[in-house]
């Protein structure tokens, strides 16, 4: 058979023999066939309608197709294979199939443009039920969703890491520099926390971490705000677009919050509960600065609060 291909003459000897259509139709995957001249459907597997619902006698034309594609995959679907049917190329595309009883199926349409002198006459191809392999698929992505959100999470108290805080500091510092905002920052630093474990052991020590951290990460704050453990018994509080003003009240918020836990410190020579020092910094960011030059004075002011007899905030 001079000018067609091997793949055309196979099919060909199916529609003449009828043994191959016999052996399409035993399997699961769904043969179809589509003239490209009159958009009619040549031929569809009696299978689509355990699959769909839909009879085989109800799919007529591309159209049918169409409106059994789900609304938000339809017109990307549709235009994508047109596309590629005009230019005689073979494709595949993943879509959702709607069911006759309102739900929906994920498909996987392989698709074989058949030309003739150069033009497009018809289309083969096949459908398979993915379902469960999207499902995986999906499963997959939420379980890489977990363990990328546990990257960002500090393993003893819960809240955001030193990880995420440096992520967000770079960007946040790019903002209020796009925007010439201010961007403030706290660094606390829990008091004779040495001592702390000396008198109660690391375990208590672990304890009181996580009980002050999640104390500090209920205080109201701001969707763009990010309250993170830095390390050790430093944590910290990025604050953009908030001037040295409101950063000092949360400042004061917080180091009254902890106090108030009234969390026992035989070995403190600060005060006989848990008490914090904090440093505060603001800047509105130059061109030519850094992020990491924020974090350095407010980290100097912790240590000066630290010198005047700590349980204070330091922001000048």
């Known amino acids: 058979m001079h000018g067609i291909s091997q793949h055309e003459e ?5 529609e003449t023999d009828g043994t191959y259509k016999t052996l399409l139709e035993s399997t699961q995957a769904i043969p179809w066939k589509i003239n490209w001249e009159t958009m009619k459907f040549s031929y569809i597997g009696p299978q689509i309608e ?35 049917t005009i230019g ?19 498909i996987r349409d392989y698709v074989h443009v058949i030309r003739k002198d150069g033009v497009t006459t018809e289309l083969v191809g096949f459908m398979f039920d993915i379902s469960e392999r999207k499902k995986m ?9 977990k363990l990328e959100a546990l990257t960002l999470q500090d393993g003893l108290t819960g809240v955001a890491n030193r990880r995420l805080f440096d992520q967000t500091l770079k960007s946040e510092w790019f903002h209020a520099m796009r925007d ?11 008091d004779h926390f040495k001592q702390y474990n000396d008198c109660y052991g690391h375990l208590m020590g672990d304890e009181c971490l996580t009980r002050v951290a999640q104390a500090l990460n209920k205080i109201p704050l701001r969707a763009t705000d990010l ?16 001037n040295i003003g409101s950063a000092v009240e949360i400042a004061e918020k917080c ?51 630290k010198e005047c007899g700590r349980n204070r905030v330091v922001s000048e």
């Open 10 to 14: 196979r099919i060909a000897l199916a």
């Open 50 to 84: 355990a699959l769909l619902g839909w009879p085989q006698e109800s799919w007529m034309t591309a159209n049918d197709w169409i409106d059994r594609i789900h609304p938000e995959d339809r017109e990307r679907t549709t235009n994508f294979c047109v596309a590629q």
């Open 88 to 106: 005689g190329v073979d494709h595949e595309a993943d879509y959702r199939a709607l069911t006759a009883d309102g739900n929906f199926v994920w």
């Open 137 to 145: 698929e999906e499963e997959l992505l939420a379980l890489n969703r």
């Open 180 to 190: 010439r905002q201010p961007l403030s920052l706290i660094v606390l630093d829990i």
């Open 227 to 242: 309250f993170a453990r830095y390390g050790g018994e430093e944590f910290v509080l990025l604050l953009p677009k908030a």
């Open 255 to 305: 180091r009254s919050l902890v106090q108030g836990l009234a969390i026992p410190h035989e070995g403190s020579g600060t005060s006989n509960v848990l008490t914090i020092s904090i440093g505060v910094a603001s800047i509105t960011p130059a061109p030519d600065s850094e992020p990491d030059s924020l974090f350095a004075v407010a980290d100097r002011r912790l240590y000066q609060a």
